[in-house]
């Protein structure tokens, strides 16, 4: 009975092993095929552009490669939708920016899934600031000119933005709140579509990220603030628009890694790694740099602490700005 009572142990013990071992063999072999890393957004915006740069050398890492899917619409709730309904063995993962994961909830009626139940966070990896910049026909050196500008047109000057929901849709309605103007929202599938129409001057201005301030640079546009709470490096002398008059004003947009929910922690604690080692490299900080874009990197559960505070910051905000729940 000893005897038998020991086999059965030994065998019992073994079989816990199983999953644990099952998952570590998983995490070692992973990827087995190409993974598919969804956007949200058309081609050409700061989202694609973090997802190719991040793709491409996690592809030379893995051996294996990692395919852009630009799937775009509803402020990129069907990407977002399309991973958190995906098998979760670590092959199809979302580019998510922070619109995706922390405004949408607040900002749309109903989601057809659970951004907390449905998804689980990886790793950021890079923060990006948003620039107030307007086409040279409007008549505003400041922000405060471009207020009084827009107080004297009520209704006239428009602001485009990447989608409903994205951080420069965001950025834009803040500041009708915060300045207390009536500037009209004119969104587009991505920022990259609305650049070509702020240049015609078919739209007033827009919240563009850092990168298009080679535009600015050029003399075909103008900038006026960055959005973030510190100034930015890429324009050190560019006030911020709290320096502007607008005290308490801050978006900062962010990028990252999230998974369906379900999937392996020991995919995830590989993937999370080798991020952070990619994110690293002098080549990919420069292309980030080059791009307006700040390499990052957190650990999963810090990436879900930050995810879980912004959402609801942004819902406060989107209240008391009195934004509108919209359907999608």
């Known amino acids: 009975m000893k005897h038998s009572r020991r086999s059965f142990l030994r065998v019992a013990a073994g079989g816990a092993m199983l999953p644990a071992i099952s998952r570590f063999t998983w ?14 957004f058309a081609p050409g915006g700061p989202n694609d552009i973090v997802a190719r740069l991040i793709g ?5 890492v893995w051996g294996k490669p990692v395919v852009i899917d630009n799937v775009t619409g509803a402020g990129g709730n069907l990407a977002t939708d399309r991973v958190a309904k995906a098998s979760p063995d670590g092959h199809t993962l979302l580019m998510a920016g922070a619109s995706m994961m922390v405004i949408n909830i607040s900002l749309y009626k109903k989601l057809a899934f659970d951004p907390v139940k449905d998804l689980a966070p990886i790793s950021a990896v890079s923060s990006a600031q948003n620039a107030l910049i307007v086409h040279s026909d409007v008549p505003a050196k400041s922000v405060q000119e ?3 500008v827009a107080r004297s047109q009520s209704g006239e000057l428009t602001f485009a933005s990447g989608g409903v929901g994205t951080s420069n849709h965001l950025a834009g309605e803040l500041f ?6 009536d500037i009209r929202h004119v969104p587009y599938r991505s920022l990259a579509l609305a650049v070509p129409d702020l240049l015609a001057g078919r739209v007033s201005m827009a919240f563009l990220s850092t990168t298009y301030l080679q535009l600015v640079r050029e003399g075909k546009l103008r900038a ?22 607008l005290p308490g004003f801050d978006v900062t947009g962010w990028f990252g890694l999230i998974a369906p929910a379900g999937i392996s922690s020991a ?20 292309k980030l740099d080059e791009q307006g874009l700040e390499p990052t990197g957190n650990t999963p559960a810090e990436f879900a602490a930050a995810i879980k505070s912004e959402t609801s910051q942004w819902a406060k905000v989107i209240k008391e700005a009195g934004i509108r729940r919209i359907e999608y």
Not at 56 to 60: A, R
Not at 176 to 181: G, N, P, Q, V
């Open 224 to 245: 006026l603030a960055v959005t973030s709470h510190k100034r930015s490096p890429a324009a050190p002398d560019l006030p911020t628009m709290a320096e502007a008059g």
């Open 27 to 40: 995490a070692q072999t992973y990827p087995s095929r190409p993974v598919r890393l969804l956007v949200g």
């Open 267 to 286: 995919i995830v604690s590989k993937i999370h790694r080798d991020v952070v080692s990619i994110l690293r490299l002098p080549d990919l900080h420069k």
């Open 176 to 181: 009708k709140s915060m300045a207390r103007i």
């Open 146 to 148: 471009l207020v009084a």
């Open 56 to 60: 491409e050398k996690l592809s030379e």
